[in-house]
């Protein structure tokens, strides 16, 4: 059974960082794109960032350009977001995504993506 499982959130002060993991279970994470998208209490959710299956290309949100950093390790069959400079309105519950096909680009659009973790809460506060 397909599965994804974000580790890494937590409580941490502005100005620091994190690193949230997504690790991938029952398929095999080189063949798809994966985006990061959070959701705060009362708005939609939305796109973070997103890399494509080889890697070559990434996608940010305007808010975390130069802050965030989506990489992945497909031997460890896991893809990260490194956090850095986090700002209280980064606090929201964060989620990886991917696709049910294998597409050769990605996208911060929540339509393009199938598989959803069950999120970890990021809290930036003093």
């Known amino acids: 059974q397909l599965q994804l499982v974000e580790s890494g959130g937590g409580l941490v002060q502005p100005g620091g960082s994190l690193r949230l993991s997504c690790a991938a279970s029952g398929f095999t994470l080189d063949y798809y794109a994966i985006g990061w998208f959070r959701q705060a209490p009362g708005k939609e959710r939305e796109g973070v960032a997103c890399?494509?299956?080889?890697?070559?290309?990434?996608n940010y949100a305007d808010s975390v350009k130069g802050r965030f950093t989506i990489s992945r390790d497909n031997a460890k069959n896991t893809v990260y977001l490194q956090m850095n400079n986090l700002k209280p309105e980064d606090t929201a519950v964060y989620y990886c995504?991917?696709?049910?096909?294998?597409?050769?680009?990605?996208?911060?659009?929540?339509?393009?993506?199938?598989?959803w973790g069950q999120g970890t809460q990021v809290t930036v506060s003093s």
């Open positions: 890399m494509t299956a080889s890697g070559g290309s990434t």
């Open positions: 995504a991917a696709p049910s096909t294998s597409y050769r680009y990605c996208s911060v659009y929540a339509g393009f993506y199938e598989y």
